[in-house]
């Protein structure tokens, strides 16, 4: 049976078509009729199905480690609320939600906390992704409201991709902006980030800026414009206020192009260009992401970028607005309902007029009356003792918040914590005092919200395993237990949404942009067939809404947009001699957030199998360093260890590394161990984007490969990476001194010596194998100087119930006819080594590739590296 549901992964928010048997998902397809995607699914979308196995999911409630039932769960967390709260106040108590909650389980979640325990300490994740641009939106338009919608950058004639990497991040948006810039030739796209990423590929301009210029970048246009006489007169007259000053603010910063280029660190001649394209082109859609988000002034970095396109009048116009990419599927969702600790439900803020708005409409008992901590606050509340109590639900901290070993500190001292989680082995889930098993994509039932304001139903296609609840279910049963049963009687999700729409439109009359109450009388039928649509939905607008501020109105006092007088900041976080290099972190194309539902898909690793480091040419020679040596980056915070990757798309003096890796999948691989708690004080959220680490050559003795059978128990020191296989576990590992004798080191590593083994000198390579009931139960590939055979071969041998005699010594054999390969399309599983095999058998263009080998004919994230291969492949021919 098919289903149509919504992904879970980034915030496009497109629309999946999921195959059941027998409550099995076995295919998902994307779904041609949603309109952020039609048809299309990235390479994580792709592979849903494969991480919905019940393997390594929490099942069972416990209680310090002890599996009890859920009325002794649930009767213990709404004591340990009610205790705190008695003892020490309801600002002793916190929650600390998800963008991965569906908007039904975060409008409980806000409701409980902020309507009947009196404690607005509810923030979220998206505290680390969306929180600067919120700020910025409600500065500038009055609401945290996106302008524009998808069909804008296909309406374009300029497209500015501002700190966004969209082709390993927002892929599908990525591909219909290359399909724009197919059908419209005239269309330009400038791509303004410190690396060059994928991205790239589609830029006909890369500005390769100095981390954190990018308020002067913008200050610089700003006059520019104003100097050369493109600023849209009438409509800053007519519909803005503050446009004086800020232009006063931006000539003060950036008095010349001289300073603009000596501040950005990029050439006067590339600023020209990017100023004159701008001031041509009336159709211009800025989308901006993390890049300009995750710093220390980045509320002032999305203004700068919201001041150029007030200025011109670029707003509200098909092809024309500053457009924010939403970091997560239901980043924006958590955000309506409240789910951020400055903000109540509805969009509204905290005041006195609604606060009793809100209370009204909830006939609230004990309601918040001025704004909670923010995530990074809250968790230095928590190491202060301030707070005693709170629940995280759906997210992972301990690997996501800057400072980790602050946050380990603050939950460790934490007199109760409680977690949500649907996985069994997460780094927060060890911390937990109490586990409460959730369900999880495919189970859940609700709705999210994407980057364009639209509404899509994420439905339950199967039933959560072992003794797992919604969320929305936990929390209310929660709040009944504390007295709260007739406000939280909730019989589906249908219910708390229609709440939620009618809360929406209460006492609104037009004053709030942020407005479904069109949707407010929806039955459960009804919302069992809720197509997606875009808010505002009302009485005016029945069928939604695809731009905002078409008429030039604003939802400010004055009604006018604002422009806000910016002056260009330095990042916080300083290099010093000590700590010379700029770290700069973010995800990668396979892997999504902590891992805990890519990690479950062994083809998500055979892109990037390992924690690495991206850094320069000349910075890799000055550190004596090669592709794929060991490298630490450290500072007086912590330290990260992975495998080098050298490119000349990195600036000198900068290094990049994933965000993904945890204590679970790496030694040393969390990148927030190096991130300061340093954050913007308008809007809280992380400088996440510029560190200050140095680097050093990890010095290595020897390299591995060991694959264990499904269950093997390990003991790992030195070096590692847990690698996922189709049938067995891989690991990377490494040390910096030989064993004296690897028979014992198997013994005490793996907790048995060797069946078989081979070794070709005392500190020379080594292979070894162990059987258990003529079946594979784990190999050890040992090499000096880090190369290996292809591990699929290897890993197919651990689905053979039985080896023979002469299949066990052929896993021995010294040399493989089958050398080391890099994964390249993620989707068809195609490797370097048979597109090269492909461009020399005269397959040189990506029509032909994917007409041979399928590749890039599906997200189409490979086409820039199937690119670089064709032109090295070219290039070796002609040499």
């Given at each position: 049976?098919?289903?149509?549901?919504?992904?879970?992964?980034?915030?496009?928010?497109?629309?999946?078509?999921?195959?059941?048997?027998?409550?099995?998902?076995?295919?998902?397809?994307?779904?041609?009729?949603?309109?952020?995607?039609?048809?299309?699914?990235?390479?994580?979308?792709?592979?849903?199905?494969?991480?919905?196995?019940?393997?390594?999911?929490?099942?069972?409630?416990?209680?310090?480690?002890?599996?009890?039932?859920?009325?002794?769960?649930?009767?213990?967390?709404?004591?340990?609320?009610?205790?705190?709260?008695?003892?020490?106040?309801?600002?002793?108590?916190?929650?600390?939600?998800?963008?991965?909650?569906?908007?039904?389980?975060?409008?409980?979640?806000n409701k409980l906390m902020k309507g009947f325990l009196g404690s607005a300490h509810v923030d979220t994740n998206s505290r680390l992704c969306m929180a600067s641009t919120v700020a910025g939106h409600k500065r500038a338009f009055g609401a945290d409201a996106v302008p524009g919608c998808y069909e804008d950058p296909e309406n374009a004639d300029l497209i500015l991709l501002v700190g966004s990497n969209a082709a390993w991040n927002h892929p599908i948006l990525y591909q219909r902006i290359q399909a724009a810039k197919h059908l419209n030739q005239t269309l330009r796209v400038v791509v303004i980030d410190p690396r060059k990423t994928a991205t790239c590929d589609i830029a006909d301009l890369h500005l390769p800026l100095r981390p954190g210029s990018d308020a002067a970048l913008f200050n610089a246009l700003l006059v520019y414009l104003a100097d050369q006489g493109h600023l849209d007169k009438d409509f800053i007259a007519r519909h803005t206020e503050g446009f004086e000053a800020s232009l006063v603010a931006a000539r003060a910063d950036?008095?010349?192009?001289?300073?603009?280029?000596?501040?950005?660190?990029?050439?006067?001649?590339?600023?020209?260009?990017?100023?004159?394209?701008?001031?041509?082109?009336?159709?211009?859609?800025?989308?901006?992401?993390?890049?300009?988000?995750?710093?220390?002034?980045?509320?002032?970095?999305?203004?700068?970028?919201?001041?150029?396109?007030?200025?011109?009048?670029?707003?509200?116009?098909?092809?024309?607005?500053?457009?924010?990419?939403?970091?997560?599927?239901?980043?924006?969702?958590?955000?309506?309902?409240?789910?951020?600790?400055?903000?109540?439900?509805?969009?509204?803020?905290?005041?006195?007029?609604?606060?009793?708005?809100?209370?009204?409409?909830?006939?609230?008992?004990?309601?918040?009356?001025?704004?909670?901590?923010?995530?990074?606050?809250?968790?230095?509340?928590?190491?202060?003792?301030?707070?005693?109590?709170?629940?995280?639900?759906?997210?992972?901290?301990?690997?996501?918040?800057?400072?980790?070993?602050?946050?380990?500190?603050?939950?460790?001292?934490?007199?109760?914590?409680?977690?949500?989680?649907?996985?069994?082995?997460?780094?927060?889930?060890?911390?937990?005092?109490?586990?409460?098993?959730?369900?999880?994509?495919?189970?859940?039932?609700?709705?999210?919200?994407?980057?364009?304001?639209?509404?899509?139903?994420?439905?339950?296609?199967?039933?959560?395993?072992?003794?797992?609840?919604?969320?929305?279910?936990?929390?209310?049963?929660?709040?009944?237990?504390?007295?709260?049963?007739?406000?939280?009687?909730?019989?589906?999700?249908?219910?708390?949404?229609?709440?939620?729409?009618?809360?929406?439109?209460?006492?609104?009359?037009?004053?709030?942009?942020?407005?479904?109450?069109?949707?407010?009388?929806?039955?459960?039928?009804?919302?069992?067939?809720?197509?997606?649509?875009?808010?505002?939905?009302?009485?005016?607008?029945?069928?939604?809404?695809?731009?905002?501020?078409?008429?030039?109105?604003?939802?400010?006092?004055?009604?006018?947009?604002?422009?806000?007088?910016?002056?260009?900041?330095?990042?916080?976080?300083?290099?010093?001699?000590?700590?010379?290099?700029?770290?700069?972190?973010?995800?990668?194309?396979?892997?999504?957030?902590?891992?805990?539902?890519?990690?479950?898909?062994?083809?998500?690793?055979?892109?990037?199998?390992?924690?690495?480091?991206?850094?320069?040419?000349?910075?890799?020679?000055?550190?004596?360093?090669?592709?794929?040596?060991?490298?630490?980056?450290?500072?007086?915070?912590?330290?990260?260890?992975?495998?080098?990757?050298?490119?000349?798309?990195?600036?000198?003096?900068?290094?990049?590394?994933?965000?993904?890796?945890?204590?679970?999948?790496?030694?040393?691989?969390?990148?927030?161990?190096?991130?300061?708690?340093?954050?913007?004080?308008?809007?809280?959220?992380?400088?996440?984007?510029?560190?200050?680490?140095?680097?050093?050559?990890?010095?290595?003795?020897?390299?591995?490969?060991?694959?264990?059978?499904?269950?093997?128990?390990?003991?790992?020191?030195?070096?590692?990476?847990?690698?996922?296989?189709?049938?067995?576990?891989?690991?990377?590992?490494?040390?910096?001194?030989?064993?004296?004798?690897?028979?014992?080191?198997?013994?005490?590593?793996?907790?048995?010596?060797?069946?078989?083994?081979?070794?070709?000198?005392?500190?020379?390579?080594?292979?070894?194998?162990?059987?258990?009931?003529?079946?594979?139960?784990?190999?050890?590939?040992?090499?000096?100087?880090?190369?290996?055979?292809?591990?699929?071969?290897?890993?197919?041998?651990?689905?053979?119930?039985?080896?023979?005699?002469?299949?066990?010594?052929?896993?021995?054999?010294?040399?493989?006819?089958?050398?080391?390969?890099?994964?390249?399309?993620?989707?068809?599983?195609?490797?370097?080594?048979?597109?090269?095999?492909?461009?020399?058998?005269?397959?040189?263009?990506?029509?032909?590739?994917?007409?041979?080998?399928?590749?890039?004919?599906?997200?189409?994230?490979?086409?820039?590296?199937?690119?670089?291969?064709?032109?090295?492949?070219?290039?070796?021919?002609?040499?």
């Amino acid at each position: 049976m098919k289903h149509k549901t919504t992904c879970p992964y980034c915030g496009v928010g497109c629309g999946v078509i999921t195959e059941v048997h027998n409550q099995q998902l076995l295919d998902v397809a994307g779904d041609v009729d949603h309109p952020a995607n039609y048809g299309r699914l990235c390479v994580k979308g792709s592979t849903l199905h494969q991480t919905t196995s019940k393997k390594d999911r929490l099942l069972i409630p416990s209680i310090d480690g002890c599996a009890v039932t859920w009325d002794r769960a649930l009767d213990k967390v709404a004591t340990q609320i009610r205790n705190t709260i008695d003892q020490y106040g309801p600002n002793s108590v916190a929650m600390y939600l998800s963008g991965q909650l569906l908007t039904e389980d975060y409008y409980v979640a806000n409701k409980l906390m902020k309507g009947f325990l009196g404690s607005a300490h509810v923030d979220t994740n998206s505290r680390l992704c969306m929180a600067s641009t919120v700020a910025g939106h409600k500065r500038a338009f009055g609401a945290d409201a996106v302008p524009g919608c998808y069909e804008d950058p296909e309406n374009a004639d300029l497209i500015l991709l501002v700190g966004s990497n969209a082709a390993w991040n927002h892929p599908i948006l990525y591909q219909r902006i290359q399909a724009a810039k197919h059908l419209n030739q005239t269309l330009r796209v400038v791509v303004i980030d410190p690396r060059k990423t994928a991205t790239c590929d589609i830029a006909d301009l890369h500005l390769p800026l100095r981390p954190g210029s990018d308020a002067a970048l913008f200050n610089a246009l700003l006059v520019y414009l104003a100097d050369q006489g493109h600023l849209d007169k009438d409509f800053i007259a007519r519909h803005t206020e503050g446009f004086e000053a800020s232009l006063v603010a931006a000539r003060a910063d950036v008095p010349s192009l001289e300073i603009a280029a000596e501040k950005t660190d990029l050439s006067q001649q590339n600023l020209m260009t990017l100023f004159q394209w701008f001031a041509a082109t009336p159709r211009t859609v800025s989308l901006f992401s993390q890049g300009v988000n995750q710093s220390s002034s980045g509320t002032d970095k999305v203004n700068s970028l919201i001041n150029c396109h007030l200025a011109t009048g670029r707003i509200g116009k098909p092809g024309s607005a500053p457009f924010s990419l939403t970091g997560q599927p239901n980043a924006m969702g958590g955000r309506e309902v409240g789910g951020l600790a400055n903000q109540l439900a509805a969009h509204m803020d905290f005041n006195p007029e609604n606060v009793d708005r809100v209370q009204r409409f909830w006939q609230a008992s004990h309601m918040a009356t001025a704004p909670g901590l923010k995530a990074l606050e809250m968790f230095k509340a928590l190491e202060a003792g301030e707070i005693k109590l709170i629940w995280i639900m759906a997210t992972n901290p301990m690997v996501s918040l800057p400072n980790t070993p602050l946050i380990r500190r603050a939950l460790s001292r934490c007199d109760q914590v409680i977690v949500s989680e649907s996985m069994s082995d997460t780094d927060t889930l060890k911390l937990a005092n109490i586990a409460l098993p959730a369900s999880s994509w495919s189970e859940k039932d609700g709705t999210v919200t994407n980057s364009e304001r639209r509404i899509s139903r994420q439905r339950g296609v199967v039933l959560p395993p072992g003794e797992a609840l919604h969320d929305w279910q936990i929390i209310c049963e929660v709040a009944k237990r504390l007295g709260f049963a007739q406000a939280f009687d909730y019989q589906n999700p249908a219910e708390i949404f229609a709440e939620h729409a009618a809360l929406s439109g209460f006492e609104n009359e037009g004053k709030r942009c942020f407005d479904i109450s069109g949707l407010s009388e929806i039955s459960k039928s009804e919302y069992d067939r809720l197509q997606p649509l875009q808010w505002p939905i009302n009485a005016s607008a029945r069928e939604g809404t695809a731009r905002l501020f078409d008429t030039g109105n604003f939802y400010t006092p004055s009604g006018k947009a604002r422009l806000i007088p910016i002056t260009s900041q330095e990042p916080l976080q300083r290099l010093s001699m000590d700590q010379p290099l700029l770290l700069n972190t973010g995800r990668i194309r396979d892997q999504w957030h902590t891992m805990t539902r890519t990690g479950r898909a062994p083809s998500l690793f055979r892109h990037r199998d390992e924690p690495f480091v991206e850094l320069h040419p000349e910075d890799a020679k000055h550190h004596l360093l090669q592709n794929f040596d060991l490298a630490t980056l450290s500072n007086a915070q912590g330290q990260f260890t992975g495998s080098v990757r050298i490119t000349s798309g990195q600036r000198r003096g900068e290094v990049f590394v994933p965000m993904h890796w945890t204590q679970s999948f790496s030694s040393e691989g969390r990148c927030n161990a190096l991130i300061q708690s340093i954050s913007d004080p308008i809007s809280g959220q992380p400088e996440s984007k510029q560190g200050a680490v140095k680097l050093i050559k990890h010095d290595t003795a020897w390299h591995a490969r060991l694959l264990t059978r499904p269950g093997v128990q390990v003991n790992l020191r030195g070096y590692w990476a847990r690698v996922p296989l189709e049938h067995s576990m891989g690991y990377v590992l490494a040390d910096d001194h030989w064993p004296l004798n690897w028979n014992d080191w198997c013994q005490i590593h793996l907790g048995q010596s060797a069946d078989l083994q081979l070794q070709t000198a005392p500190e020379g390579s080594f292979r070894a194998v162990s059987l258990a009931q003529g079946r594979l139960s784990w190999m050890l590939l040992v090499s000096p100087n880090n190369q290996f055979p292809d591990l699929s071969r290897l890993d197919r041998e651990f689905a053979h119930l039985t080896l023979t005699d002469r299949q066990t010594h052929d896993l021995l054999r010294k040399d493989s006819e089958e050398r080391s390969t890099q994964l390249i399309c993620s989707c068809f599983q195609v490797n370097d080594q048979s597109i090269r095999q492909a461009i020399v058998a005269g397959a040189e263009s990506i029509e032909s590739l994917g007409k041979t080998l399928k590749c890039g004919t599906n997200c189409g994230s490979c086409i820039p590296e199937l690119k670089a291969l064709i032109a090295q492949e070219v290039e070796d021919v002609m040499q």
